[in-house]
C-alpha cells in the first residue's frame, strides 16, 4: 500500500491524504478513480497507463494539450535565468514586457496587475472599483457591487458575494457581502421567443435598480461574452454593449471577467472588443497562461490608475499584493502562450472547428433528453430533461458522475454543469479529436435516452 510505484496505492492514498474540490468524497472514496500521471498529445494519462482524451481543458484553461511546444521549453528557459522575483520593491523583465503585450492586445486598456488565479483577479477588481470612489471622494458611499443573477466569479468570499450560483454557495451566505443583483438573459430565455425582448427586458430591470442605487454602487460586474458555470448562457446581441452604456450613464464602474471566456473560448481573442463594450477593468486567467502556470491578471484604464496616485501619507496606493505577483515563470508563459496563438493563427482554427462542431450538434436534438444545445465559439452546453424536469439524477447517482464515470469508461473525460453536458476542450484541439469528444457524447447520450424512454 506504501510502495510509491504500486497503482494500487495511488488510489488509496489520494482517498487518504486528498480532499477534491467540488466533489462529495463519500462517492469519490467509493470509486476506482484514475490519477493522471502524465500527458500526451491531447491525452491524460493515468495509473495504469490508459489515454483519457481531454473534455474539460484542465477546468477551461488549457489550450495546446499536453505535449512539447514553445511555450514549455520558454518556461523552462525562465526557470533557470530567474525562476522568481518578486514585484514588492523590485521589477522584473517578463512582468514588464508581457504588461506591454497585453496592454497593445487589449484596446481601452492602460495597467496591469497580477495575481495568480480567476478569483484573485476578480477580487483585485473589486477592491480597486471601492478604492477608487474612495480615494476621489472620501465620502464616497459607493462601495457596493451590481452583479448579474447566475454569475460565477471564483470561490473567495468576495467573489463568491458577487457571482452567487445558490447550488453552489448557500452554506456560506452569511458571510457574503450585500450585493445588489438583476436578473441575467438566462432568466428569461424561456420567457420571451424574441432575443430583442430579453435584452430589454433585462436592461430595463438594469436600469431601474442603477437609477434607484447608483449613489451606492462602486461597479457592475460581469462576465464578457457568456456565463458559463450559471449555466453556459451566451448573451444575446447588444446585451452586453447597452449594460456598458448604462453603466456610464449612471456612473457606475463595469467590470468584465473574461477569465472564461476571453483568448478564444467563445471564438474572439477579446471578448469585449467584439461585443463592443469597453469596461473599466477587465480579469484574464485561463488560457491566459495556456493552461501551464497559476496567473491572472487585472487591466485597467489610466482614470482609475490615476485616482491612486498621491503622496505616501494620503494612503491612495492599492493596498494588494500575492507573493506571488508577477512570477516570472507565469508571465513568460503567457508571452509565449500569445506569441504561439499568432504563429499558429489560433483564433482563426477555433472559429473554423466551431462552425464544424455547430453541425455535428444539431443530431442532439433527435434525442429527448436533449432540451437545449448552447454553443458558441469552443464552448457547448447541451441541456438534459427527463420529460419537463431537468435530469440531475442517473441511476441513483448525480448526473455529473454518471457522466463522468461513462465517459472515462471510452476513454474520454467530460464534465456537467447541473444538467449541463459541457464540451469544453484545449483550443488547439484538431478537428478529428474534437469528432471523438461529440461522438462519445453522443453515444453516452443516445443510450441514457434508451434507458430513460424505457423506465418511464
Ligand atoms: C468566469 C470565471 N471567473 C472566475 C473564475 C475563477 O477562476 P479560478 O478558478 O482561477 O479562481 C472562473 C473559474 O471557473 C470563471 O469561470
Redesign the pocket.
Known amino acids: 500500500m506504501f510502495n510509491k510505484n504500486n497503482n494500487y496505492s495511488l488510489d488509496s492514498n489520494d482517498k487518504r491524504y486528498v480532499w477534491h474540490p467540488y466533489t462529495q468524497m463519500k462517492i469519490w472514496n467509493r470509486g476506482s478513480n484514475k490519477i493522471i500521471i502524465e500527458g500526451d498529445d491531447f491525452y491524460l494519462i493515468d495509473q495504469n497507463k490508459k489515454k483519457i482524451l481531454d473534455g474539460v481543458a484542465g477546468?477551461?484553461?488549457n489550450v495546446w494539450g499536453y505535449g512539447e511546444n514553445p511555450i514549455i521549453k520558454s518556461m523552462q528557459r525562465q526557470l533557470s535565468t530567474l525562476p522568481n522575483s518578486t514585484l514588492f520593491g523590485l521589477g522584473n523583465r517578463k512582468s514588464v514586457n508581457l504588461a506591454e503585450k497585453l496592454i497593445k492586445l487589449c484596446k481601452g486598456m492602460d495597467k496591469v496587475f497580477y495575481s495568480d488565479?480567476?478569483?484573485?483577479?476578480?477580487e483585485i477588481a473589486l477592491k480597486m472599483s471601492t478604492q477608487y470612489w474612495k480615494n476621489k471622494n472620501n465620502n464616497s458611499k459607493k462601495h457596493l457591487f451590481l452583479s448579474l443573477r447566475n454569475g460565477?466569479?471564483?470561490?473567495?468570499i468576495g467573489?463568491m458575494s458577487v457571482?452567487f450560483v445558490a447550488n453552489f454557495f448557500e452554506s456560506y451566505k452569511s458571510i457574503l457581502l450585500k450585493t445588489f443583483r438583476v436578473p441575467s438573459p438566462k432568466d428569461y430565455e424561456f420567457k420571451y421567443e424574441v432575443e430583442s425582448e430579453i435584452v430589454d427586458k433585462c436592461l430595463d430591470l438594469t436600469e431601474k435598480k442603477l437609477k434607484k442605487y447608483s449613489s451606492k454602487i462602486s461597479a457592475m460586474i460581469m462576465?464578457s461574452g457568456a456565463?458559463?458555470?450559471g449555466g453556459v448562457s451566451i448573451y444575446p446581441r447588444n446585451y452586453q454593449k447597452k449594460i456598458s452604456e448604462l453603466c456610464k450613464k449612471y456612473d457606475v464602474l463595469l467590470i468584465l471577467?473574461e477569465?472564461?471566456?476571453g483568448f478564444g473560448r467563445l471564438g474572439n481573442m477579446i471578448e469585449y472588443e467584439k461585443q463592443k463594450s469597453i469596461p473599466d477593468i477587465v480579469?484574464y486567467?485561463?488560457a491566459l497562461n495556456g493552461g501551464y502556470f497559476?496567473i491572472?491578471v487585472t487591466l485597467t484604464t489610466n482614470k482609475i490608475y490615476k485616482a491612486f496616485l498621491g503622496n505616501y501619507k494620503d494612503k491612495k496606493q492599492f493596498f494588494h499584493g500575492h507573493t506571488y505577483t508577477g512570477h516570472p515563470v507565469g508571465c513568460t508563459a503567457c508571452i509565449t502562450n500569445i506569441d504561439h496563438y499568432k504563429k499558429t493563427n489560433l483564433i482563426v482554427h477555433i472559429q473554423q472547428n466551431s462552425i464544424h462542431v455547430q453541425k455535428k450538434l444539431n443530431k442532439f436534438y433527435d434525442l429527448d433528453i436533449v432540451s437545449k444545445i448552447r454553443h458558441k465559439g469552443l464552448l457547448t452546453g447541451i441541456d438534459l430533461v427527463n420529460g419537463k424536469k431537468s435530469l440531475n439524477f442517473v441511476q441513483g447517482l448525480p448526473i455529473n458522475y454518471y457522466i463522468m464515470k461513462e465517459s472515462l469508461k471510452r476513454g474520454v473525460y467530460l464534465r456537467t454543469l447541473g444538467n449541463i453536458l459541457t464540451i469544453i476542450p484545449p483550443l488547439a484541439i484538431p478537428r478529428a479529436k474534437l469528432d471523438i469528444l461529440i461522438d462519445v457524447s453522443y453515444e453516452i447520450l443516445y443510450l441514457l435516452d434508451k434507458e430513460i424512454s424505457n423506465i418511464t
Not at 488565479?117 to 476578480?122: K, M, P, Q
Not at 460565477?152 to 473567495?156: A, K, V
Request: charged share 15%; glycine share 14%; proline share 3%.
Open positions: 477546468m477551461w484553461s488565479n480567476g478569483s484573485t483577479a476578480i460565477y466569479h471564483g470561490d473567495t467573489t457571482g462576465e456565463q458559463i458555470a471577467d477569465i472564461a471566456t480579469c486567467g485561463k497559476p491572472a
